[in-house]
């Protein structure tokens, strides 16, 4: 299985494309604004995307969701906190943004709560809600591998000052289910490089509190 990272947007948005070659199958996590690059892959690989995985709603997770819908239909998975903000320019931060176009998308056809078990690739996805940075944030669990979006980065941790969000709430979050986890557990963020559990248990100071 192969992991691709695409930096998308004006706010440089990771974008993550899980695929096996051989089958020809693959999965695109938080496809983001002018996803040209991503879209590019995809057709060069001649990938049959079986499913969009979002960790949330906001505009630079989403800009480039229809685009990737179009290439095979993909089925979309969101947090039922935020199923109403795809559509909703508002919510989704797109309209509050001077420069930026609205962003509209149709429904997700997976609306999630948390504690799912996905099977996608014929490997298992689970689906923690980790909210916060915003209401309906959730990070997916392959393996030994996480994609956190904007909950937990290298050294640092998600916003909190945007609507719906809460720093208590996502500390929470992340010491309840994240630090939790084994520390050679991956961490593919929303934003920045790779990180690790175990160098944010011991480096990250919002994390060990020494700020």
């Known amino acids: 299985m192969n992991v691709e990272t695409f930096v998308l947007g004006p706010v440089m948005t990771n974008a993550y494309l899980v695929y096996d070659r051989e089958k020809g199958k693959g999965i695109v996590v938080d496809p983001g604004m002018e996803p040209a690059s991503l879209v590019n892959r995809i057709k060069e690989l001649e990938l049959q995307i079986e499913a969009v995985l979002l960790t949330h709603a906001h505009f630079d997770h989403i800009g480039g969701l229809e685009e990737v819908r179009k ?60 909210p916060g940075h915003s209401p309906g944030s959730v990070t997916y669990v392959w393996g030994s591998v996480i994609f956190s979006g904007d909950v937990l980065f290298k050294d640092s941790i998600g916003r909190t000052d945007l609507p719906g969000g809460n720093y208590d709430t996502l500390m929470d979050s992340i010491h309840r289910h994240l630090m939790e986890m084994p520390e050679e557990t991956r961490v593919l963020c929303g934003h920045g490089p790779e990180t690790t559990i175990g160098r944010e248990q011991d480096r990250n100071p919002f994390v060990t509190g020494r700020i």
């Open 71 to 130: 290439l095979s239909g993909s089925p979309v998975y969101l947090h039922q906190a935020e199923a109403n903000w795809l559509a909703d320019p508002d919510q989704n931060g797109s309209g509050l943004w001077p420069g930026l176009p609205a962003i509209r998308c149709r429904p997700a056809e997976h609306v999630l709560q948390g504690g799912e078990s996905l099977t996608l690739l014929e490997e298992t996805f689970q689906v923690l809600h980790t």
